[in-house]
């Protein structure tokens, strides 16, 4: 009896704790996992395909992920029952894109793009492919400090 008792109350706190934490940690880790594999999985030419042929190819304007991904990709990205999807972060908003457009292995700093920009930030161009960002529980860009990921530059 002293045992059963001991063993629900050790479930009981295993199981608040996990709660608790999943509700504090939940859409930071979430963002993190899902911008990482993104990030890994997704190219310019991906973007391009789903954004549709209308769109511009405008490496220095932010694209939002407001298009549909395919299922084929929602499987490869991966995550069930995450707070964050391939089209929207943890808090619920669409993710911030730029993509390398003219194939030169690099584009514009996310950094410099927000209005206003980041505080301290010099460099013009990454070089990567693709940069993913989202604009963290407050859901404004140009608030860095909540940003995922944090900033670009090194
Ligand atoms: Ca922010």
Wanted: with cysteine.
């Amino acid at each position: 009896m002293v045992v059963l008792i001991f063993t629900v109350l050790v479930w009981w706190f295993v199981a608040y704790t996990m709660e608790k934490r999943s509700i504090a940690y939940g859409p930071w880790n979430n963002t993190m996992f899902m911008i990482g594999t993104m990030r890994e999985l997704i190219t310019p030419e991906y973007v391009a395909s789903k954004t549709g042929p209308s769109s511009p190819r405008d490496e220095s304007a932010f694209l939002r992920t407001d298009w549909k991904f395919d299922d084929a990709m929602v499987k490869k990205i991966g995550m069930p029952s995450s707070l964050a999807t391939p089209n929207k972060d943890g808090w619920g908003s669409l993710y911030y894109i730029v993509c390398d457009f003219n194939n030169d292995g690099q584009v514009p700093n996310p950094e410099l793009m927000t209005v206003p920009p980041k505080p301290g930030a010099t460099q013009k161009e990454l070089s990567t492919r693709i940069a993913i960002f989202s604009a963290g529980p407050d859901g404004d860009p140009a608030t860095w400090e909540d940003n995922v990921p944090t900033g670009f530059a090194r």
